[in-house]
Structure formats: C-alpha cells, structure tokens
C-alpha cells in the first residue's frame, strides 16, 4: 500500500520564555490509504502539535525544525503559504475537541459551510448553498433545510460536530486530521460521531489521522496505532498486535491503568509511579527513564530508538530491542 | 446490609430559565424530577448519566448549596432541608465534596498547608500546634510529602491537585463524601493512581461515597450499586454486577453499548445508539424518543422506579420483557 501521507525526523520546536522545547521529536509515520492511524498519549505529548505540524498551523512561537512530511508525494514543508492554504480544507481537513471555538458565532452553520465550498471548489453562491444542505443531509442532520439557517449556539454540541465534520467533508478531503473529536461529547453522542466518521471515511476512501487519550475508541475505531510519550513515538503497531501483545512498558502501563481492563485481585488498578517529564529539562537516556520497573543502567545513559521487534511492530526500549 | 446514611425522598428541582429579551418568557427546566434514592452506609453509591441530567445538580441539593423545589433529604434521620446556619455548619463537617478540576477548586494564593488547613480553622478545630500535625498527617495519607507544605497550587501537577482537594475533603474527618467527576480530568496513568487512593481512603477512613461520573469503566470499578439517571429521573438502581451482566433499562443498555471497549478483536453488540438526551415529551417516559422498544403506553404514562426483585429498581414500563 503506498503511503498518502509520510512523515519523516519531524522535529517541531517552540520558544518560550522558560526555553526552547522539543514538542515533536523525531516522528516518523506512514498512514495508508483508506487507513486510521491513531495517535494516543497523555496530555502535552505533543500529539496535537504533530497534527499542527501536519497542516503548518502551529502557533506563531514554534517552528518547524528539520525533517519532512510527504503528502501524495509532494514535499508539504516546501510548500508556499499559498500552496498550503489551497491545501487545507480541500485535500486535507482537521476537526477540533470543541466545535464552538472552531465555528463563527455570527454566521449561520449553512452560509459557513458554503463559504469553505466556494472558497475550494469556485461554485456560485447557489450551488455552494445547496451543496451545504446536501452536506448537512449527509452527516445525520435532521431537517436541513432549516437547520441550515441556525446559528452555532442554537445546536448541541453533538449536532455542533456534525457541522463540524460536514464542513471538513464539504471538499472531499484525501485525508482527515481529528483532534480528540469526541472528548466533549457524551457516550451516547460521541459513539455516534465515531461511527459516522467511520461511515464517510469508508465511503470516500478516506485516511483519517485520529488522535485521542482514549484507549477505548483507539481499539474500536484505528487499523494502526502510535503511542506517544514526551514528544516521541514509543510504540506503533497494529491495533491487534498493541491491545494483545503491548510491548513498551509505558504502553502497558496505560493499557494495564484502564479501569475494567486488568483489574488484579484485590480490587486496585496497576498504576504508572510519578508522572510525565518536563519537556524544558529532559535528563539524558530515554525519557520513561524513571517511571519504568525494568529500566537498567542503561537506560540513563542512551535514548533507544524506534525499532522494529516484529513485523509492523516498532519498539523504542533497550528491553524490547534486540541488541 | 448497612443501614441508610442519607434518604433522599421525592426531591425535585425545578430552575425557571427566561428567554428571550424583550418579550421574555418563561419556562420550567425539571433537573431533577421526583428522585427517590437511600445512600448506605460505608457503600460507594456510583452516579452515571450524560451531561445536563441532573447529577450535578442532586449533589449541590444534598450539600445545602442549592434549595430543593419539593421533597426532603435526611442524613442520619435529621431533614437537612429544614437545619438553620448552626446545624447546616455541623452538617457540612460530615459531608464534603471532591470537585471535578483540581485547577480552579484550590484557592491559588493559599499554600497547600493553609488550604488543608482552612476547614479546620472555620470548624474551630483543635488548637494550633494540634492542626499542625493533623494537616502534616493528612498529607502523607494521600500521598504528599511534607516538603509540598509551602507549595502553592500552580508548582503542582494534576494529580498533585486531586490530592491536594481530598486531603482538604478529608481533613475534617466527614462521613459522606461527594465526588463529582474526581478524575475526569486527569489522564489515565494519574486516573488509576487517584482511583487507588480513593479506594484507600474509604477503607481507612470508614467512608461513604456517592461518586459521580459519566465513564462507565470508572464507575464500574469503583461502585457497590450503581443509580443511572436520565432528564433528571434516576431510571435504574442495581448492583454493579446487574447493572453490567443484566440491564434492565433501554438506556442503560444503550450507555452500555456507546461505551467503547478497550479490546479491538470485540465487536460491539448491535443496540442502536441514536438521539440526543432532549425534554421533549410533555407525558410520558423521558425516554420514549429515543427508545426501540416504545410502545402506546410509554407516550401516556411516566413509568415509576419499580422494584423488579433482587434489590433491583427500573423506570420502564416493558421492564422484564424486554
């Protein structure tokens, strides 16, 4: 399968008044065709830069300092303002966590969806405003015709998504970039808006970068996972080989802290000691150094390096390495 | 079986909402409709439901921060709506509240020793040098070392916070604890470290818990019975092995069946998930819009939470055939 998107050494830095950080250290990836990657991790682990990267979005203090991302063979980092403005929106699309922040309260859902297919596709305001009800029609909202003409604040947040999802899909985008799409969602709702991902991304052969802290919506919902931990990929695998067989002792961990997963016998959750590093005063050696049970002296001294352990499985840890 | 720390008898809670500016009108939101619930003693109550069904809403009644519209709660035989200021204040010693954001639940101008310490001082507790020590101890009981006394809140991590706050909750040595989404949101390493801990407590400390979330895996590990509320209705109340092994309720099924399981080789079972949790009925079951199995009477009648057997209760009229 040739990649759509490839990423490779992507390093993005940031300058802040405490010093220079390495938000995305290293990354490198492949999502396939048709395919979702999903990129898991806690908070701060550079998940939501990398998909900012990604666009060439991060915010004015950062940059990106070496690497390169390929999409469907071209060089985006090379790209002019321009070009990448073309770009977003029309072939590659992003979703945010909370759709408020994301949608103008002023405009009406209808007219803000049919601003981005004019912008993209050069139709008249006609077509464009019917095209957005098709749109609106498409991702399971109910009436569109009037609701085309609600205001933001007048939709739940659930519906507010949709809109959200109907306006990345306005293009027919090759790839979709959601960041923690459902996090401010309800079960019942956020169940829903996965399964509706899922649909569109079946039916226009979509790739679909989904990233989460959510190890549940990770295994029902992605083909490929990376973990990641202070900047770096950790581990990235199948989904069956990561939730079977997890190698890195900080995957484990995460999976073994999920409530109702691995419970052991007395009714307590294993549970990861101390919590994620400082990115502004990394020590040297591998960053899970001094939350790890099977750390050696090792460890300390020389960051390991993403390797492949078995087939599609890669590894960054001195005990999962073969040499 | 213990005996009941707190019932809760018909209570409601009706918020009037004015819309509209220049013809404004009024209109009735029920948050918590006609909830009839016992909290045990020593058990770990769990409270699930989606946002805006009232959960939030019972815990400030049962702490006095709101007035109910109708009916009563007593805690340990006394009607807590009818205590003046000085049985409120006593109250308050043997209830406390574990709030959802460590971040702005701490005051940030107060050390970590002066805020664990502040309950003491408003409960004239102790001398000085004797709230000294119990802070000191409180602060190694959840996991704080005396070297973060002087600290204030922002020099601590999330979980440092939750800590932080349940050693405050704690301090004053109370009963019933409320925990109002503690760990929703911190990430999932921190989450297990403070699901341990609020484990720990309750057996050392003798605690009640009524522990209040949406996630269904928390809730599970956690709970001895678990109550699921919708629209401000509780519509089932079971064990936590019947509430997962055996749902009686659509709803429960359904919250069940939304919930994503941490194993991909799992397919989920096929129960519809659809809908949005909206007052739109006027009679009948909450429910009934989003429910498979709606028939005439859910459109007519509001089913009552009924005792199904085997200290099971369920809010649904075709309860059992289903």
Redesign the interface.
């Known amino acids: 399968m040739p990649c759509l998107l490839k990423i490779k050494d992507l390093v993005t830095v940031f300058n802040t008044v405490k010093g220079k950080i390495t938000a995305v250290d290293d990354v490198s990836l492949c999502i396939e065709e048709g395919e979702t990657l999903g990129i898991v991790g806690e908070s701060g682990c550079g998940k939501t830069m990398l998909a900012l990267s990604i666009m060439r979005l991060i915010p004015p203090n950062g940059e990106i300092a070496g690497g390169s991302i390929s999409f469907r063979g071209e060089e985006l980092l090379k790209k002019s303002e321009e070009e990448m403005r073309r770009l977003r929106g029309s072939e590659i699309a992003m979703i945010f966590q909370e759709p408020m922040t994301s949608l103008n309260p002023v405009i009406r859902i209808g007219e803000q969806i049919a601003e981005a297919i004019r912008l993209h596709q050069g139709l008249a305001a006609r077509d464009a405003h019917a095209l957005s009800i098709r749109q609106l029609e498409e991702v399971g909202i109910p009436e569109p015709q009037r609701r085309a003409l609600d205001y933001p604040h007048q939709l739940s947040g659930g519906m507010r998504q949709r809109v959200m999802i109907a306006m990345a899909m306005s293009c027919h985008p090759r790839l979709l970039l959601a960041d923690e799409p459902t996090t401010a969602l309800d079960v019942t709702i956020q169940a829903q808006i996965l399964d509706l991902i899922d649909a569109l991304k079946k039916k226009n052969n979509m790739s679909v970068l989904l990233i989460t802290h959510d190890l549940g919506i990770v295994a029902q919902s992605t083909q490929k996972v990376a973990v990641m931990y202070a900047g770096k990929i950790v581990e990235m695998a199948d989904v069956d080989d990561i939730y079977s067989a997890p190698k890195h002792p900080y995957t484990r961990g995460l999976m073994e802290s999920i409530p109702a997963r691995c419970p052991d016998q007395n009714g307590y959750l294993k549970t990861i000691p101390g919590s994620v590093p400082s990115l502004y005063d990394l020590a040297p050696g591998c960053r899970f150094y001094d939350r790890c049970s099977l750390a050696f002296d090792k460890c300390s001294r020389q960051e390991p390096n993403l390797e492949e352990v078995a087939p599609g499985h890669l590894v960054s840890c001195w005990k999962c390495n073969s040499n | 079986m213990n005996k009941p720390l707190m019932n809760i008898r018909s209570l409601k809670k009706v918020f009037k909402l004015s819309s509209g500016f220049i013809r404004a009108q009024e209109r009735n939101l029920v948050a918590v409709n006609n909830i009839n619930l016992d909290i045990d003693e020593g058990e770990t109550l769990g409270l699930v439901g989606?946002?805006g069904c009232g959960k939030s809403t019972l815990a400030k009644i049962i702490l006095r921060l709101e007035k109910p519209s109708a009916g009563n709660i007593l805690f340990k035989g006394k009607d807590i709506i009818s205590f003046d200021r000085v049985q409120l204040k006593a109250y308050r010693r043997n209830v406390q509240l574990i709030f959802q954001d460590p971040y702005s639940s701490l005051n940030p101008r107060k050390t970590a020793a002066g805020i664990i310490r502040e309950p003491l001082t408003i409960h004239n507790v102790a001398d000085n040098k004797k709230r000294d020590s119990l802070v000191e101890e409180m602060m190694l009981k959840v996991g704080l070392s005396a070297q973060h006394a002087k600290r204030y809140p922002h020099e601590f991590?999330g979980?440092q916070r939750q800590r932080l706050g349940i050693a405050r909750a704690l301090i004053l040595q109370p009963q019933l604890i409320i925990a109002d989404e503690p760990v929703s949101a911190l990430?999932?390493?921190?989450?297990?470290?403070i699901?341990?801990l609020l484990?720990d407590l309750k057996k050392d400390f003798g605690l009640t818990y009524l522990f209040i979330s949406?996630d269904?895996?928390?809730i599970?590990?956690?709970s001895d019975r678990i109550a699921i509320m919708y629209l401000g209705e509780i519509v089932e109340l079971s064990s936590n092995h019947d509430i997962y092994e055996n749902p009686l309720h659509p709803y429960t099924r359904?919250?069940l069946?939304?919930?994503?399981?941490?194993?991909?080789?799992i397919k989920?079972n096929v129960i519809a998930?659809?809908?949005?949790?909206?007052a739109e009925n006027n009679r009948g079951c909450a429910f009934q819009n989003r429910c498979a199995y709606r028939t005439g009477i859910c459109s007519e009648q509001e089913p009552p939470l009924a005792d199904r057997g085997n200290n099971r209760y369920c809010a649904c009229h075709r309860a059992g055939e289903i």
């Open positions: 989606e946002s991590s979980g990430d999932v390493s921190i989450q297990a470290q699901l341990n484990k949406h269904l895996n928390v599970r590990h956690m359904m919250l069946a939304a919930a994503p399981v941490c194993n991909p080789r989920k998930v659809r809908g949005e949790a909206v």
